[in-house]
């Protein structure tokens, strides 16, 4: 069993900021990549920042200046500082890993229950 535990989303002012954080836990080996979507209602779930072991990063263009994703990786954790946010990114933010399962070896994708975010004056 995989565990992934997603906190920090909430109502915020625009141009305020958020921190997600996102804790993996539970039968894995390895993570190789840490990320976050996102889904607002009436769209398909986006990227919005993803990140590797070695620290490369990967962000969604919308965001590029405002996000900043990290990691810790002897903590499996993964973070999205979010800043100068804007009411178009209103939506539910997943956390997911691309990971090794440490009992079958297998290799595959993990995906937490969502946290909303809400920018709205």
């Known amino acids: 069993q995989v565990q992934l535990v997603e906190s920090g989303g909430g109502l915020v002012q625009p141009g305020g900021s958020l921190r997600l954080s996102c804790a993996a836990s539970?039968?894995?080996?390895?993570?190789?990549?840490m990320g976050w979507y996102r889904q607002a209602p009436g769209n398909q779930r986006e990227l919005v920042a993803t990140?590797?072991?070695?620290?490369?990063?990967n962000y969604a263009d919308s965001v590029k200046g405002r996000f900043t994703i990290s990691r810790d990786n002897a903590k499996n954790t993964v973070n999205l500082q979010m800043n100068s946010l804007k009411p178009e990114d209103t939506a539910v933010y997943y956390c997911?890993?691309?990971?090794?399962?440490?009992?079958?070896?297998?290799?595959?994708?993990?995906w937490g229950q969502g946290t909303q975010v809400t920018v709205s004056s």
């Open positions: 539970g039968m894995i080996s390895n993570i190789y990549v």
């Open positions: 997911t890993i691309d990971y090794r399962n440490l009992l079958t070896f297998v290799r595959g994708d993990y």
């Open positions: 990140i590797t072991s070695g620290g490369s990063t």
